[in-house]
Each structure stands twice: as structure tokens, then as C-alpha cells.
């Protein structure tokens, strides 16, 4: 296994992990290019830039439970 299919199933896992929360979440950070390069425009033309973390946007999707009336 190459160090960027480790890092893809590492991805993936964490994205599996965090299933029941992915409705409020915005991926963001280096993964955002590889995703999009590899899977929405289908051209990985050049060596993708990843890293070890994972980054997320908290959103305010269905599941949210943080609103200002909370505050």
C-alpha cells in the first residue's frame, strides 16, 4: 500500500467514524482539492497534496445542535 492509499483509507475511515455528524460537517484544508480533483472532477493529474489531519467546517445542517438561542 503507498502512502497516499494509506492516507485515503485513513480518510475514509474517519469519514465512516463520523457518519452520523457529516450532515453539519464542511470538509475544508488540503484534503478539499484531492477530493474534489479525484472524485467530483475525476482528474488526478498531478501528485496531490495531502496531510496526516483532517479539517471541517462546522456547519448549521439538520442535525445542528448549536444556534444562538442555545447561547
Do not use: H, Q
Not at 496531490?48 to 448549536?66: E, K, Q, Y
Request: hydrophobic content about 40%.
Amino acid at each position: 500500500m503507498t502512502e497516499l492509499e494509506y492516507l485515503e483509507s485513513t480518510f475514509f475511515k474517519v469519514l465512516g467514524d463520523l457518519k452520523e455528524y457529516l450532515d453539519d460537517l464542511t470538509l475544508v484544508g488540503g484534503w478539499l482539492s484531492y477530493v474534489y480533483a479525484k472524485y467530483v472532477w475525476g482528474n488526478l493529474a498531478i501528485k496531490p497534496v495531502t496531510t496526516a489531519d483532517i479539517d471541517f467546517g462546522l456547519g448549521t445542517g439538520r442535525n445542528a445542535c448549536l444556534s444562538a438561542d442555545n447561547f
